[in-house]
């Protein structure tokens, strides 16, 4: 069982910065892969982007290709999602999730077992 909780959700105008943090207790961090979703209001729950065991592997939905960055440190057990150059379109509940999904299924809710409960960005003009 691991337990997940996301911060550093926030309002921020359009072309900011924030950095989400995903803090990890429970079973050992560096066992699962993290990944991080979107929801906005109306919509499905999206991919964002995952980040293998040891980190050295990232992967990225179209949308936000270079500009979010994904790390992890699993000395701390807390993952991070950097994210730059946010735009109107960036504003949803984002949420950090675990799991060992294969690689086809990396961009699946149903890919990982564990998620936080959400943290909030709002992205004004």
């Known amino acids: 069982q691991v337990q997940l909780v996301e911060s550093g959700g926030g309002l921020v105008q359009a072309g900011g910065s924030l950095r989400l943090s995903c803090a990890a207790s429970?079973?050992?961090?560096?066992?699962?892969?993290m990944g991080w979703f979107r929801q906005a209001p109306g919509k499905e729950r999206e991919f964002v982007g995952t980040?293998?065991?040891?980190?050295?592997?990232?992967y990225y939905a179209d949308s936000v290709k270079g500009r979010f960055t994904i790390s992890r440190d699993n000395a701390k057990n807390t993952g991070f999602l950097q994210m730059n150059n946010l735009n109107l379109e960036d504003t949803a509940v984002y949420y950090c999730?675990?799991?060992?999904?294969?690689?086809?299924?990396?961009?699946?809710?149903?890919?990982?077992?564990?998620w936080g409960q959400g943290t909030q960005v709002t992205v004004s003009s």
């Open positions: 999730a675990a799991g060992s999904p294969r690689l086809p299924d990396i961009g699946r809710r149903g890919g990982y077992d564990y």
């Open positions: 429970g079973r050992t961090f560096s066992s699962y892969i």
């Open positions: 980040i293998s065991r040891n980190g050295g592997t990232t």
